[in-house]
């Protein structure tokens, strides 16, 4: 019994050494103000207490990248 617990042990120890492993993606989206069009990182956003401009205005759009994504017709 106490040989069981000792193996599972192990094999969780080693599953989260994988997982601690692999490095979390992220995704950099950038927005606009609408106003005064200043470029503002989603991660500084999310550090406010809310989503506003430093101009004041609330409204953001998104910024594109300036790559062009082609698709083949089918």
Not at 2 to 20: A, F, K, L, Q, Y
Not at 36 to 62: D, H, M, Q, W, Y
Request: glycine fraction near 2%.
């Amino acid at each position: 019994m106490i040989n069981m617990v000792e193996e599972i042990t192990d094999e969780i120890e080693e599953i989260t050494d994988e997982i601690e492993e692999t490095p979390a993606v992220t995704f950099d989206v950038n927005y606009a103000c609408l106003r005064c069009a200043t470029v503002v990182s989603n991660t500084e956003l999310s550090r406010l207490p809310e989503i506003k401009c430093i101009c004041g205005f609330r409204v953001f759009t998104k910024v594109r990248p300036a790559v062009v994504k082609t698709v083949k017709a089918v």
